[in-house]
């Protein structure tokens, strides 16, 4: 096979840029395939819902004054004339394939005293400081089974001249330490759920708040507490875009391969002739000083002559007497370069070989001022 000639510094240049981009390629590609193409991560295998509301009904004493033994939500009580609150926890969960469902629900009252006192700052707004509480079980720790549809309802009554009771004793034996009590519910649900793909368990707890001090009360708290709750499943899951990132690295790697093994081995570097190289430095350093053209040298040459060494020479003869660099390519191939001084004539000559003039390395005038 015929190898195509590339001038050496052209050839090097190339080779040099492909070993670069080869070396960054292959670390690329390296690095591609020590990055996993699957990793573990979480699907969702299961849903399923739980939802805990907690609905009232205050309950009057016997009286001379109104007609409804009950009241319901939404409105205002009589404290002196409530007799109990019957409140009803409504408990669902609902999931989205067959599971099995244990749990256990525990229904606390909290009775609170506190003290109020102005916030940090000039809001106006006070926060309330807990002094004493008191807790009762009203219900206690009850278990329960069930599937991916079970609902659970449970009356729970509140006694709730009990705890004003106790809130007035407190109250007279350490002479009104508090500025508000309150009396709060908690309606704990726990629920775990199994099936085929795992296991979870979470847990709802609505609240219902109850003012025990004053003539007259409005019940609230959050009612209602609801939770979506996931089961899920460990699976190996393809990461985006690694395989095609893989693929491209080695594609690349093997085209810069294969470029450089064409350079290296289907080319061969073309040798330059010294002279055309110091030509060439010659017009890159020097060709704004030079002044070309063709000269009666007959005449000049009859002169004291002076053949120097190298253009460096000829530039310290110039800038010693301070005359311009003349150049003349009378004859092809000779380059010629003189300085004149009076009677003398300094000169410095390249003939550049015609192996490289054919490979376009021809140098003429032009490049110098004319």
């Known amino acids: 096979m015929m190898r195509r000639s590339i001038k050496e510094h052209i050839r090097r240049k190339i080779i040099i840029i492909l070993s670069i981009l080869l ?16 990793l573990e991560k979480d699907i969702p295998a299961c849903k399923y819902t739980q939802q805990a509301q ?7 004493k016997p009286n001379n004054y109104f007609d409804e033994p009950t009241a319901g939500p939404g409105r205002g009580y009589i404290t002196s004339l409530t007799d109990y609150i019957e409140t009803q926890l409504v408990y669902q969960l609902k999931g989205d394939r067959p599971a099995s469902v244990q ?35 009203l219900l206690p720790l009850t278990p329960y089974s069930g599937d991916a549809r079970t609902e659970i309802k449970q009356i729970i009554p509140i006694q709730l001249n009990q705890f004003r009771d106790f ?10 330490p508090t500025d508000a009590v309150e009396l709060t519910v908690f309606y704990n649900i726990t629920a775990t759920v199994t099936n085929d793909q795992g296991i979870s368990t979470s847990q709802v707890c609505p609240q219902l708040v109850i003012p025990i ?3 007259a009360y409005a019940i609230g708290g959050s009612l209602t507490d609801k939770k979506d ?25 093997i085209l810069l391969t294969l470029l450089l093994l064409l350079i290296l081995f289907a080319t061969t570097p073309e040798l330059e002739d010294p002279a055309a190289r110091e030509l060439r430095t010659i017009i890159k350093k020097h060709g704004d000083r030079i002044v070309a053209g063709v000269f009666n040298l007959p005449v000049i040459l009859e002169q004291d002559t002076l053949i120097l060494q190298s253009f460096y020479d000829l530039v310290k003869v110039a800038d010693e007497v301070a005359q311009p660099i003349l150049y003349e390519n009378v004859q092809e191939g ?15 000559s390249l003939e550049v070989s015609s192996w490289n003039r054919y490979n376009n390395e021809t140098i003429t005038g032009t490049e110098f001022e004319a």
């Open 23 to 38: 070396i960054a390629s292959s670390g690329t590609a390296l690095w591609h395939f020590l990055q996993p193409l699957e």
């Open 167 to 176: 809130a007035n004793e407190v109250n007279t034996t350490f002479y009104n």
């Open 213 to 215: 001090q004053g003539n």
């Open 229 to 253: 709750n996931i089961i899920n499943v460990k699976k190996m899951v393809e990461v985006p875009g690694a395989k095609t990132a893989r693929q491209v690295s080695v594609g690349v790697t």
């Open 334 to 348: 000779v380059h010629s370069f003189f300085v004149i001084n009076e009677s003398r004539v300094y000169t410095y």
């Open 103 to 137: 749990g256990d629900m525990q229904v606390i009252a909290r009775l609170s005293g506190y003290i109020l006192q102005n916030k940090a700052g000039d809001t106006g707004e006070k926060e309330k400081i807990i002094i004493w509480e008191k807790t009762t079980p």
């Open 54 to 60: 907690v609905n009232y009904l205050v309950h009057f």
